[in-house]
């Protein structure tokens, strides 16, 4: 009996000693989904603002990004900064609206997160705004304590506004007519 107890005390310290695994609550896991939520607003801004070093501390050290087709896979800090700088060229004006339809799942222990969501996005060439509806895709992870994406993409989901913003890009890009056999 001595050596059973003994065993068990044993256990009891054992375990007791051993990292335990923290359960989040709702509380904790409300505040994880709106500091996941402040970091697309703030990449929002930075891209509103064309602040690229704003951009970059909403970004982890190392990220993906999806375009319209396969030919735009994004996978370099380069390729990144130049794809931005080439857009904030090309478009004198980029307003977000509110987010819509917000659907955040993460992992438990809140190191791995996707966010997926609806906003409005104006964008001006000139003297047009085309007025689009975008759906957001992005995965995020903790990274020293704080959220950051890791990947992305956006689609249009308004396809009158897509061609008129692609007829605002051709007249930008001094074209004529819009190629419709693609």
């Known amino acids: 009996m001595k050596k059973i107890l003994t065993t068990f005390f044993i256990l009891v310290?054992?375990?007791s000693c051993t990292p335990q695994k923290e359960e989040l609550t709702?509380?904790?896991i409300e505040k994880e989904k709106q500091a996941i939520i402040q970091v697309m607003k703030d990449y929002n801004t930075a891209a509103e603002e064309k602040n690229f070093s704003h951009m970059i501390e909403t970004l982890a050290g190392e990220v993906i990004?999806?375009?319209?087709?396969s030919a735009e896979v994004i996978k370099t800090f380069a390729e990144f900064k130049a794809k931005m700088e080439e857009q904030w060229k090309t478009f004198d004006k980029m307003k977000y609206g509110e987010m819509y339809d917000i659907d955040i799942q993460m992992d438990d222990?809140?190191?791995?997160?996707?966010?997926?969501?609806?906003t409005p996005l104006e964008i001006?060439?000139?003297d047009q705004t085309a007025k689009l509806f975008v759906r957001v895709a992005r995965t995020l992870r903790k990274e020293k304590g704080?959220?950051?994406?890791v990947s992305g993409i956006v689609g249009n989901a308004d396809p009158k506004a897509g061609i008129l913003l692609q007829e605002m890009l051709m007249k930008k890009a001094g074209a004529t007519q819009i190629d419709t056999t693609k």
């Open 13 to 15: 310290f054992v375990y």
């Open 26 to 28: 709702l509380k904790d």
């Open 65 to 69: 990004f999806f375009g319209t087709d």
């Open 109 to 118: 222990n809140a190191k791995l997160a996707s966010i997926i969501y609806g």
């Open 124 to 126: 001006t060439i000139g």
């Open 146 to 149: 704080k959220w950051v994406i």
